[in-house]
């Protein structure tokens, strides 16, 4: 099968690894009357962008890809221990795992690969989770996509499930939902440009962390995140 098309399937909404059920923090931020208009919808994708994609999650992508390709599994648990432990929040990064170590299996049950293989025998002794950005590289080192393409699906995934929750969670109809999404994704080129050489992960987005950290304390709530 040809990597475009295995890829089209990977970023599908549909594939089972439940990110249906996340909002990574923008329901507590919603219900907390931060986030009420389009232009806070845009403030918050640009931090998702900036931020968390920017300088943990895109980067993490692209050094999986190089340690996959290079069998460097030491290598690999190390990123996803730490991009792990960038999540202040328990519930977060619960979801961030559960949502890897699903896409892990579901891809070597669909695409079988022996790489993918040792990552979930890895798993299973405890050795990483993996990390949803860790698992996301993986399965797209091991179908021979090109490691900038692999950043970039992994950043569209991530806004296009922002702009999920978004549409149940304020007043934003699908078009002027997915206007935000078209504006956001024309800057993705940039910050992959900007990933390029970074070799260790930060995270600095106070804001989504604390809704992230208040979302269990929610009267009722749509999203476990």
């Known amino acids: 099968m040809m990597p475009l098309v295995a890829l089209l399937h990977l970023c599908d909404s549909l594939f089972p690894i439940g990110a249906f059920g996340y909002s990574e923090g923008l329901e507590a931020a919603t219900a907390e009357g931060r986030i009420r208009a389009p232009s806070d919808l845009r403030d918050w994708l640009d931090v998702c962008l900036e931020q968390s994609f920017g300088r943990a999650d895109g980067p993490t992508v692209l050094l999986t890809w190089t340690a996959f390709n290079d069998r460097d599994w030491s290598t690999l648990s190390r990123l996803d221990s730490e991009v792990h432990a960038l999540r202040p929040s328990a519930g977060a990064r619960r979801a961030n795992r559960a949502m890897g170590l699903r896409l892990a299996i579901t891809w070597q049950a669909l695409y079988p690969d022996g790489g993918m293989q040792v990552l979930l025998s890895r ?37 296009a499930s922002t702009i999920a929750a978004a549409m149940r969670l304020m007043p934003i109809g699908q078009t002027d939902a997915h206007a ?46």
């Not at 800057?187 to 106070?206: H, K, N, Q, W």
């Open 123 to 159: 798993a299973e002794s405890g050795a990483l989770g993996p990390a949803l950005p860790v698992a996301f590289g993986c399965a797209c080192a091991s179908i021979g996509v090109d490691q900038r393409d692999a950043a970039a699906a992994f950043a569209y995934t991530r806004l």
């Open 180 to 225: 935000q999404l078209a504006a956001v994704l024309t800057r993705i080129p940039a910050v992959i440009d900007e990933m390029a050489g970074r070799t260790e992960l930060e995270s600095f987005a106070p804001a989504m962390d604390i809704a992230l950290m208040n979302q269990p304390h929610l009267h009722s709530r749509l999203f476990r995140t």
